[in-house]
């Protein structure tokens, strides 16, 4: 499990990563019915996940997602690590899952990209993507969150991504949040079934 954290959590104490959902994984109930390595990276104070270019501030703040293109450097190194972790440790290639929220959820829409064949199901949170990239999400499970009322990353990024999605027949459930605001992990992280669908999605292994 590969969570992405968002901007606010930026960083290099090793520490900020883990303000939202690390508890979400440390709780012993979730523990004991998903057993699971989690890694929480983190990203540098300057660079994001993603290829995307930030203008204004507030709600008149816009992305401009590239599509495609030279990954960011913490990018690469989230690549790397997924690389080396599947690699050296005992885990289930067919159960591999990302999360992330804000730029996270940005990052996972990108990270899914650049390993179209690692993961199993995905969960972007308050993100978006460049709706060109949509037709390579088709491998993977995708449940997407977002809070109705946000006005740091309009919730159209989303819905645009869903809809992108959905006409290149890819597997996504979408879930508008009517009073959230850009706060949507909360009520994302308290749906009892995200972890039970989350776990349940498993990838067809070449033989």
Same mark, same amino acid.
């Given at each position: ?13 090793? @520490? ?18 998903? /057993? ?23 709600? @008149? ?9 030279? /990954? ?28 992330? $929220? ?8 990108? $990270? ?46 989303? @819905? ?33 079934? $995200? ?13």
């Amino acid at each position: 499990m590969v969570f992405l954290h968002g901007a606010g959590e930026r960083g290099n104490d090793n @520490e900020k990563q883990l303000t939202h959902g690390g508890k979400l994984f440390l709780e012993e109930k979730n523990r004991d019915q998903h /057993p699971a390595i989690v890694v929480f990276p983190q990203c540098s104070q300057s660079s994001f996940w993603s290829n995307v270019k930030v203008k204004g501030t507030g709600a @008149e703040r816009l992305f401009d997602f590239a599509d495609g293109g030279t /990954p960011t450097v913490p990018m690469q190194l989230v690549i790397d690590l997924t690389k080396e972790i599947l690699a050296k440790y005992s885990v289930r290639k067919n159960q591999v899952y990302v999360m992330g $929220l804000s730029m996270g959820g940005m990052g996972t829409f990108e $990270l899914v990209n650049r390993m179209p064949e690692t993961f199993a199901a995905a969960v972007p949170i308050c993100g978006g993507a460049n709706i060109s990239t949509a037709k390579n999400l088709k491998s993977v499970k995708w449940w997407v969150f977002h809070g109705a009322k946000d006005d740091v990353v309009l919730p159209r990024y989303s @819905e645009e991504m869903v809809a992108a999605m959905k006409k290149n027949n890819v597997d996504v459930k979408f879930t508008l949040f009517p009073d959230a605001n850009h706060n949507s992990w909360d009520p994302a992280f308290a749906q009892p079934e $995200l972890l039970n669908w989350m776990f349940a999605q498993k990838r067809k292994t070449k033989s």
